[in-house]
Nanobody, 127 residues
Framework: QLRLEESGGGLVQPGGSLRLSCTAP????????IGWFHQAPGKEREWVSC???????LYTGSVKGRFVTTRDNPKNTIYLQIYNLKPEDTGTYSC?????????????????????WGQGTQVTVSS
């Protein structure tokens, strides 16, 4: 069973940057479409971005220009780079996966649309 692992979270001041990573020890992610989700304190998990196997990406409107999702297949890692962090970016970031290459819009934007998950990594934006 595929199990994802997120890392890279931490405490950051507003305006700072972070790069989150999503890996899968023992599995190759080349053939998985990956989504990133954000769960703010007290709120439901929300879709943030998606990257297809060939690298095409899709973002929710509120993060365009600040969030960048990339993948490094030789390193078996998917990244979420976050620039100009804001307090509202605080929360747990998780990656989800579905096997195969899909247009991100065809998968859906709910956590129910992704089959495999990690535990998440915590990001706190505070001065």
């Amino acid at each position: 069973q595929l199990r994802l692992e997120e890392s890279g979270g931490g405490l950051v001041q507003p305006g700072g940057s972070l790069r989150l990573s999503c890996t899968a020890p023992g599995f190759t992610l080349d053939n998985y479409t990956i989504g990133w989700f954000h769960q703010a304190p007290g709120k439901e998990r929300e879709w943030v971005s998606c990257i297809q196997t060939r690298g095409s990406t899709l973002y929710t409107g509120s993060v365009k220009g600040r969030f960048v999702t990339t993948r490094d297949n030789p390193k078996n890692t998917i990244y979420l780079q976050i620039y100009n962090l804001k307090p509202e970016d605080t929360g747990t970031y998780s990656c989800g996966a579905v096997v195969g290459d899909f247009f991100c819009s065809s998968i859906g934007f709910s956590s129910r649309d992704y089959k495999y998950w990690g535990q998440g990594t915590q990001v706190t934006v505070s001065s």
